[in-house]
């Protein structure tokens, strides 16, 4: 389902130090490709651990999911200072993600990047993934968001997963970037109310009646 359309090689032809590039270099190779892509309606492009990863919008019932999950939290939000986003860029040191929810300040303007093209990763309280079928999917969600949302230091990472087991929701918290791994982790079945932990959806109820839309 998802296409890897570029990548950061992992090895270079032999050359002299001086013709080898940097991984910053590269990283700007890489970033400028991102930027200059055209893609067909209802595909993205995000960067990711150094490759820049083309993926399909994803079906109805991921869509159905991922809009009662925004319709709730846009009401337990409502009247605060921030609020809950979907389908725009989070931008960390030359990575591009694009969550399948977010929630940021509500004032959003001075995390804007300088280009505009998204907001930074500092902004974001609260990210969401659904995840959809295929392996690929699956590993970029479970194992390489994972890593990056981590590194980029988002407090609190919530994986909703119709394909793991019958359905599971996990909360991640506490992230440490220097290991790309966070510390709390909290995982329990579809059926099982899950609360947010912290942040500004701390309290926020994750149940079936979210959930539940997966099926079927």
């Known amino acids: 389902m998802t296409a890897l359309a570029a990548e950061r090689p992992e090895t270079m032809p032999e050359a002299t130090t001086e013709s080898t590039p940097s991984p910053s270099e ?16 209802g595909y993205r492009a995000e960067i990711i651990e150094g490759a820049i990863e083309v993926s399909p919008t994803g079906r109805y019932a991921h869509a159905e999911t991922i809009n009662l999950l925004r319709d709730e939290l846009a009401l337990f939000l409502r009247g605060g200072d921030f609020v809950v986003r979907n389908d725009g860029n989070v931008i960390h040191e030359g990575r591009v993600w694009i969550p399948d929810l977010y929630v940021a300040p509500k004032d959003r303007e001075r995390y804007l990047t300088d280009d505009g093209l998204g907001v930074t990763a500092a902004a974001v309280r609260l990210v969401v993934e659904v995840v959809s079928p295929g392996k690929r999917n699956q590993e970029r969600d479970r194992v390489k968001k ?8 988002i407090p609190v990472y919530v994986i909703i997963d119709d394909h793991d087991a019958e359905g599971t929701v996990t909360i991640l918290t506490e992230p ?6 966070w510390v709390g982790v909290h995982r329990v079945p579809y059926g099982t109310e899950v609360m947010i932990p912290e942040g500004p959806a701390k309290g926020f109820t994750i149940t079936e009646a979210i959930t539940g839309a997966r099926r079927g």
């Open 146 to 153: 994972r890593r990056e949302y981590a590194r980029a230091n």
């Open 176 to 181: 440490q970037p220097e290991k790309a791994d």
């Open 26 to 41: 590269l990283d700007e190779v890489l970033w400028q490709a991102w930027k200059a892509m055209e893609l067909p309606e």
